[in-house]
C-alpha cells in the first residue's frame, strides 16, 4: 500500500494504531530486528526449544516487546526514553531466564519480591505496548480486571461476582509464572500460528499476489453490468489471503475497484457498503480465517482444519448473500457494464497460478494432519521459490524483506495476546467467567421460563455483548473475552463448544461493520466520498446474513449441520434451507425480486427468513410458505403494474 492517501485511510480507520515512519537508519535496525526474529521463529517450528513451548514464550516476548516501543510512537526517530522502555522490557521480559528458569518455575505461587516488581514492570509495558498499537480501551480493560480481582472482597457476599479477593503478589503470580496469564494460549497462538501466517501473507503480497488477485478477479467476470460488483466481491476474498484486517482489504480494495464502480453507476454508498462487506467477508473465510480461529483451535483441542471446515457453509451462505445483493442493486439502479482494461483471463492465471497453489498446499497439507505452523512454512517456501521465476534478481532482498515486514506486521496481535492474559487468568482466578454467564442466563429467565425462548433471548444478548465489545477492543481481544465470560452461558444452556466458538468468532468479527463505528464502512467511506451513516447501511444490508445465520448454529440441535458437524445430509438440507433464508434476506434489504419488490413481499421475505433460519423441519416448512407467497404476491402485484402501464 504504497499510495500514502490510502495507507492514512487505514491508519485513521483500523482497529489498530499506525507505527511509525522512521528515517532510514532505524527503520534498517528494525529491519535487522525482524529478520533475526523471523529466523528464531522458523527454528522454532522444525528445532523446538528442549525446554518446552514456555521457555520459548519468554524468549519471544522479550524480543518483540522491546521493538513495540521503538516501531510506535510519535516522531520519525525514537526518543531517549522509548530507548530505555525497550531496554527494560527485554530485561523484565528475560528475566525468568536470568537466574534459571526451572527455579523461576519452582516458585510459582511463593514469588520473590523481585519476581513480584519484574512481573509488575512488565505489566506495565505490556499495557502500555497494548496501548500504542491498539488504543486506550484494552488496557483499561485490563486495570478494571485488576481492580476487580484485589477488591473483589470487598463486594457484597449477595452479589454473584463478588469473591474473597486476591493479593497482588498472587496477581502477579498468575500473570507472570501461570499458564494462563502473559505465556498462555493467546500469546502461544501469536507466536506460533500468527506470525507465521503474517510472514506468508507478507510473502505473497511481496511477490504480486494482491495484484494477481485483482487481476484475475477484473479477468474473470469482463463486461457486464452486474461484474463491477462480481469483481469486488471476489477480489476481497483473495485479498483477505494476504491481510489479516478487514479495513485494510477494503482501503486496498477499494483503491483499485472503485472507480470501476463508479463508472458501472454505483452510488457512492452502495459501492462503499460493497467494498466493506468484501473485505470483512475474507476474515470469515477458509483458508486463511482470523487470528481468533487459531485460537478457537487451541482452546478446543481440534486441528485448525477442522475450524477451517466448520467455516466452509458459513462462507458460501455469506457470499450469497453478498451476489444476491450484487444481483439486485445492478438492476435496482441500472448499472452500467464496464470496459475493463485487463488481460484474458487464461494470461492471468499462468503468470500466477503458483500464488493458488500456496493456499492449496495449506489445506493438502493440514489433511495429511501435518502441523498447521509446519503447513503454513512450506507453504510460503512453496510460494517463494515459484516467484523465482519473475523475479531472479531481487528474490533474496523481497524474502528477507518478507519475513522482517511479516514478523513486524504482528506486533499489534502480540501485545494484545499478551495483555489478554490478564483477563483470562482474572477470570480463572476468580471464577467471573462463570458468575457473568449465570447472570446472562437469569437474565433471560426473567423473563421467560420457557427453556428455547431462554436460549433465544440468551443467544441475541450474547450477540449483542459480543457485538458491543468488539466495537471497544480488536477482534482478537474480543473473541478471547466473550469466550471466558458469555461462552459458559451458551455451554450452559446446551449448546456444543464449536457451536458456541464459531458463533463468538463471526460476532467478533463483524464488530468492524457494527453500527456506530463500523471500522471498515467509515474506511471505504472515506475512500468513496460516500456519507458515513449511509455506508454503513449498505455494509449491513450485504451483511446480513453473516449476522443471523449466527443464530442458527446455536438455536437447535441442527444448527451443527451448518458446521458440517454431522451427517453429509443433514449439512446439504440445513444449507438448502439457510441459502433460501438468505435469498429472502436479500429480497428484503434489495427490495428486489424478479423486478422491484414492494414493503408486502418484503415483509413476507423478512417472516420468511427467520423461519427458515430455524432449522427444524415444521419451521422451515412454515418459512418456505412464506417465500412462496411473498413470490405469488410480487408476480401479481408486478403483472397489475404492468396492465395499468
Known amino acids: 500500500m504504497a499510495n500514502p492517501d490510502l495507507a492514512?485511510?487505514?491508519?485513521?480507520?483500523?482497529?489498530e494504531m499506525p507505527s511509525r515512519s522512521l528515517s532510514p537508519r532505524w527503520e534498517r535496525t528494525l529491519w535487522i530486528a525482524g529478520l533475526l526474529i523471523a529466523f528464531l521463529v522458523l527454528k522454532q517450528v522444525f528445532f523446538p526449544f528442549a525446554k518446552g513451548s514456555q521457555y520459548y514464550l519468554i524468549i519471544f516476548l522479550a524480543v518483540t516487546l522491546p521493538l513495540v516501543f521503538l516501531a510506535y510512537g510519535r516522531g520519525h526517530t525514537p526518543p531517549w526514553w522509548d530507548w530505555v522502555l525497550a531496554g527494560l522490557a527485554f530485561v523484565v521480559g528475560a528475566y525468568p531466564l536470568f537466574g534459571g528458569y526451572d527455579e523461576f518455575l519452582n516458585r510459582q505461587g511463593q514469588l520473590t519480591t523481585l519476581d513480584v516488581i519484574a512481573g509488575s514492570v512488565l505489566?506495565?509495558?505490556?499495557?502500555?505496548?497494548?496501548?500504542?498499537?491498539?488504543?486506550?480501551?484494552?488496557?483499561?480493560?485490563?486495570?478494571?480486571?485488576i481492580a476487580y480481582a484485589y477488591y473483589g472482597g470487598f463486594l457484597p457476599p449477595s452479589w454473584s461476582v463478588s469473591h474473597s479477593g486476591v493479593d497482588f503478589p498472587q496477581i502477579i503470580n498468575g500473570f507472570f509464572n501461570d499458564g494462563s496469564g502473559f505465556y498462555g494460549t493467546p500469546l502461544d497462538v501469536a507466536a506460533t500460528y500468527i506470525v507465521l501466517f503474517t510472514i506468508y501473507g507478507a510473502v505473497l503480497n511481496a511477490f504480486g499476489a494482491g495484484k494477481f488477485f485483482v487481476d484475475i478477479s477484473f479477468a474473470a467476470f469482463r463486461k457486464s453490468r452486474t461484474a463491477p460488483g462480481r469483481t469486488a466481491a471476489t477480489a476481497g476474498f483473495l485479498l483477505g489471503t494476504v491481510s489479516g484486517s478487514g479495513t485494510a482489504t477494503t482501503v486496498s480494495l477499494g483503491a483499485v475497484t472503485w472507480p470501476m464502480l463508479q463508472k458501472a453507476g454505483y452510488p457512492k454508498e452502495n459501492a462503499g457498503g460493497l467494498l466493506a462487506a468484501s473485505g470483512i467477508g475474507a476474515i470469515l473465510s477458509p483458508p486463511t480465517l482470523g487470528a481468533a480461529a487459531f485460537i478457537i483451535a487451541e482452546y478446543l483441542e481440534v486441528s485448525y482444519l477442522s475450524v477451517l471446515v466448520w467455516a466452509i457453509i458459513p462462507t458460501l451462505l455469506y457470499y450469497l448473500g453478498i451476489a444476491l445483493a450484487v444481483e439486485a442493486d445492478a438492476r435496482r439502479f441500472g448499472a452500467r457494464p464496464v470496459d475493463v482494461d485487463a488481460p484474458r483471463f487464461f494470461d492471468v492465471l499462468k503468470l500466477g497460478w503458483y500464488h493458488f497453489l500456496s493456499l492449496g498446499i495449506i489445506i493438502v497439507f493440514l489433511a495429511l494432519d501435518i502441523p498447521v505452523y509446519k503447513a503454513v512454512v512450506y507453504a510460503t517456501g512453496v510460494a517463494a521459490l515459484f516467484a523465482l521465476i519473475n523475479h531472479?534478481?531481487?528474490?533474496?532482498?523481497?524474502?528477507?524483506?518478507?519475513?522482517?515486514?511479516?514478523?513486524?506486521?504482528?506486533?499489534?496481535?502480540?501485545?494484545?495476546?499478551a495483555a489478554a492474559g490478564v483477563v483470562t487468568s482474572t477470570i480463572t482466578k476468580t471464577g467471573l467467567g462463570q458468575a457473568l454467564a449465570g447472570s446472562l442466563v437469569d437474565l433471560a429467565s426473567l423473563l421467560t421460563s420457557e427453556p428455547v425462548v431462554v436460549l433465544m433471548l440468551t443467544a441475541v444478548l450474547a450477540a449483542v455483548a459480543v457485538s458491543v465489545l468488539g466495537l471497544a477492543v480488536p477482534v482478537t481481544a474480543s473473541f478471547i473475552i466473550s469466550w471466558v465470560v458469555i461462552g459458559p452461558a451458551l455451554i450452559t444452556l446446551g449448546v456444543e463448544p464449536a457451536e458456541t466458538a464459531m458463533f463468538i468468532f463471526y460476532y467478533a468479527v463483524l464488530s468492524e461493520v457494527t453500527p456506530p463505528t463500523a471500522l471498515a464502512a467509515v474506511a471505504a467511506a472515506a475512500l468513496t466520498g460516500g456519507d458515513v451513516m449511509k455506508t454503513m447501511w449498505q455494509t449491513w444490508k450485504y451483511t446480513l446474513p453473516?449476522?443471523?445465520?449466527?443464530?442458527?448454529?446455536?438455536?437447535?440441535d441442527?444448527?451443527?449441520?451448518?458446521?458440517?458437524?454431522?451427517?453429509?445430509?443433514?449439512?446439504?438440507?440445513?444449507?438448502?434451507?439457510?441459502?433460501?433464508?438468505?435469498?429472502?434476506?436479500?429480497?428484503?434489504?434489495?427490495?428486489?425480486?424478479?423486478?422491484?419488490?414492494?414493503?408486502?413481499?418484503?415483509?413476507?421475505?423478512?417472516?420468511?427468513?427467520?423461519?427458515?433460519?430455524?432449522?427444524?423441519?415444521?419451521?422451515?416448512?412454515?418459512?418456505?410458505?412464506?417465500l412462496v407467497v411473498a413470490v405469488a404476491v410480487h408476480l401479481v402485484t408486478r403483472g397489475r403494474v404492468r396492465e395499468a402501464a
Open 392 to 417: 531472479r534478481r531481487e528474490w533474496l532482498r523481497l524474502i528477507a524483506d518478507a519475513l522482517s515486514v511479516g514478523v513486524r506486521s504482528a506486533f499489534p496481535v502480540i501485545a494484545v495476546c
Open 546 to 556: 453473516a449476522f443471523l445465520v449466527p443464530l442458527a448454529f446455536v438455536l437447535t
Open 8 to 15: 492514512r485511510i487505514v491508519a485513521e480507520h483500523d482497529e
Open 123 to 145: 505489566l506495565v509495558l505490556i499495557l502500555e505496548a497494548c496501548r500504542r498499537t491498539t488504543g486506550w480501551v484494552l488496557p483499561v480493560v485490563c486495570l478494571a480486571f
Open 558 to 626: 441442527a444448527g451443527s449441520a451448518l458446521l458440517l458437524r454431522g451427517p453429509l445430509l443433514d449439512s446439504v438440507w440445513a444449507f438448502g434451507a439457510s441459502a433460501l433464508g438468505v435469498a429472502a434476506l436479500a429480497v428484503l434489504t434489495g427490495g428486489w425480486l424478479f423486478g422491484p419488490a414492494r414493503w408486502p413481499e418484503r415483509a413476507l421475505c423478512a417472516v420468511a427468513a427467520l423461519f427458515l433460519l430455524y432449522l427444524q423441519p415444521l419451521t422451515i416448512a412454515i418459512g418456505a410458505g412464506f
